[in-house]
């Protein structure tokens, strides 16, 4: 019998220029329901520029976004906040608030999303410090933290809303090799005990053959390949090809 997924996000012949550059050429890609997909490509090649409108921070000149079977691209800015409860998102950097505590960083989204009591509040944010690993770092600021530790601050504030899918846009740049692989066992560890789906933007290798379900590989604006860890690694595909033997 063959088995029939679900896409949770659907990028649908996707075009986005930025004055005369033309980043997408009619892209094509399903995030399924449960996995997490691994988007690999050269350094400039649209891979954030992609994951940013799966969110709605950016709009495709033409083609269609489909969450959860809505198509977001056509969505007001104002319309666009349940959405964005449906589809968390780590920034390269963690994106936290300098002037607020981990504590008031994490429980921003809830605070704005409105009608939560604040002991609920703090006891949510403690379960997702408990999480990320940050249980005791609740009171810091974010100049207090290492590199790795703001990387799980600000993914605790976008799982604060509880989404379906999670976007990570370069979750392991510049951490050493030993918290980078302490954020790809968070990566997977979350999918697995909460169901998370998954959308990892990266250059990283082993970041990408350790959380991936499935690796779609992004050149000239289209998705060239799109496969297993083990069909990555095995496929024949000419630029696939040079990009992994070069990366590694």
């Known amino acids: 019998m063959t088995r029939t997924f679900v896409p949770l996000v659907s990028c649908v012949a996707l075009y986005k220029a930025f004055g005369a550059k033309q980043v997408l050429r009619g892209l094509d890609l399903d995030v399924r329901r449960g996995e997490t997909l691994v988007i690999l490509g050269g350094s400039g090649s649209g891979k954030s520029v992609l994951l940013k409108h799966m969110n709605g921070l950016l709009r495709p000149d033409r083609g269609e976004v489909l969450v959860a079977g809505e198509n977001i691209a056509q969505l007001a800015e104002v319309d666009l906040g349940p959405i964005r409860r449906k589809v968390g998102m780590l920034f390269q950097m963690a994106a936290l608030f300098d002037s607020m505590s981990v504590l008031d960083n994490v429980a921003y989204p809830i605070r704005e999303a409105g009608q939560v009591s604040e002991s609920k509040i703090r006891?949510?944010?403690?379960q997702l410090l408990e999480v990320v690993g940050l249980r005791d770092a609740a009171l810091l600021m974010p100049a207090e933290l290492s590199g790795g530790m703001r990387k799980r601050a600000g993914l605790a504030r976008a799982l604060a809303l509880e989404p379906?899918?999670?976007?990570?846009?370069?979750?392991?740049?510049?951490?050493?090799?030993?918290v980078a692989q302490k954020i790809n066992v968070l990566i997977r560890d979350l999918q697995q005990r909460l169901g998370l789906s998954g959308v990892v933007?990266?250059?990283?290798?082993?970041?990408a053959f350790h959380v991936a379900d499935r690796?779609?590989?992004?050149?000239?604006?289209?998705?060239?390949?799109?496969?297993?860890?083990?069909?990555?690694?095995?496929?024949?595909?000419?630029?696939?090809?040079?990009?992994?033997d070069a990366a590694a």
Do not use: K, N
Request: aromatic share 8%; hydrophobic share 35%.
């Open 164 to 178: 379906e899918v999670m976007l990570y846009d370069e979750p392991t740049t510049g951490l050493d090799p030993v």
């Open 123 to 126: 006891e949510r944010v403690d």
């Open 215 to 244: 690796i779609a590989f992004l050149h000239d604006g289209r998705i060239a390949f799109v496969g297993t860890p083990e069909e990555t690694r095995r496929s024949s595909q000419p630029i696939l090809r040079e990009f992994l």
């Open 201 to 207: 933007v990266t250059h990283d290798l082993h970041c």
